[in-house]
């Protein structure tokens, strides 16, 4: 399955959104059941899943459940509301344990996914391990406000701290072979700081990002994805190598730059990930 660029909360008790959530354009769709939810209605939102659930599926977009976190006494409920509606996974808040991690992978039902987000400290520091535990781990992501909360400061003043850790997280489902999904961006009424911040995101090494609001998800399936600039080069540079090698030669120039290896492998994931999103013939 492809990874996606857009991850696109949507309030579970908030039907009348769900209609335009599966027309954003987001490669999937998040139906939440933690923070966005109040307490008197965390169990009576989980009736509203299979409505929204089959309006993505028909759209083409993946399906999450964001559940409650593994200490509240909504978790186990969620995970089995999750499986009914045949979620492609749930995204699980506030990790920071990994065998508490490998405990919900005994929990969960079969074929389904789990996202984890570290926002805490000890989350954040515990990244490398979080993102082994099971099989089933496929994606961890960084929440940047609830991080914040627990470290005392503001985010916006406190850029070098919330920098180092999204590049910590990202670097960590990378050696873990996960894809690293970024943090959401807040104020949904600056499209210009939504575009610096997954521009960050994309030199980081982030492949998705989370979106709280459908005008979001163009940004982010933009800036993540490979530009027709992007494309034109790596095609160029493949089919360059590709007959350079051919000849036992493994360094030559494209647009006077030095194309080896690394470049080249470079240029074929460009393509692959292109392809991955209907960009150029797969």
């Not at 978790?75 to 065998?99: F, M, N, Q, S, Y």
């Not at 005994?106 to 074929?111: H, K, P, T, V």
């Not at 970024?182 to 982030?206: I, K, L, S, W, Y």
């Amino acid at each position: 399955m492809t990874d996606p660029r857009s991850l696109l909360f949507v309030p579970s008790n908030r039907p009348d959104r769900f209609e335009k959530a599966s027309r954003s354009g987001a490669d999937a769709v998040i139906l939440d059941l933690e923070d966005s939810v109040g307490v008197s209605q965390k169990v009576a939102s989980r009736d509203n899943l299979q409505q929204a659930a089959d309006l993505a599926a028909a759209a083409g977009q993946s399906v999450y459940v964001r559940v409650n976190p593994v200490d509240t006494e909504w978790h186990t409920g969620d995970l089995a509301a999750a499986a009914r509606i045949g979620a492609r996974g749930v995204i699980v808040p506030k990790c920071e344990d990994a065998d508490v991690v490998a405990g919900i992978d005994r929990d969960l039902a079969a074929g389904l996914e789990l996202v984890l987000i570290l926002e805490t400290a000890a989350g954040v520091l515990n990244a490398v391990a979080l993102a082994r535990p099971s099989d089933r781990v496929r994606r961890i992501s960084f929440g940047a406000y609830d991080f914040a909360l627990d470290m005392g400061v503001v985010p916006e003043q406190a850029h070098a701290l919330m920098t180092s850790s999204r590049i910590h997280v990202a670097m960590a489902a990378v050696a873990a072979g996960v894809q690293p999904i970024d943090t959401a961006f807040a104020d949904v009424r600056d499209p210009g700081a939504m575009r610096r911040q997954t521009e960050e995101a994309h030199g980081m090494g982030f492949t998705g990002k989370f979106a709280i609001h459908p005008d979001q998800v163009p940004i982010v399936n933009e800036v993540l994805s490979p530009s027709p600039a992007e494309i034109d080069t790596a095609q160029r540079i493949v089919a360059a190598f590709d007959e350079a090698e051919r000849d036992g030669i493994a360094a030559i120039t494209v647009d006077d730059k030095l194309v080896d290896y690394p470049i080249a492998q470079r240029a074929q994931a460009t393509l692959e990930r292109a392809a991955q999103f209907g960009l150029v013939a797969s």
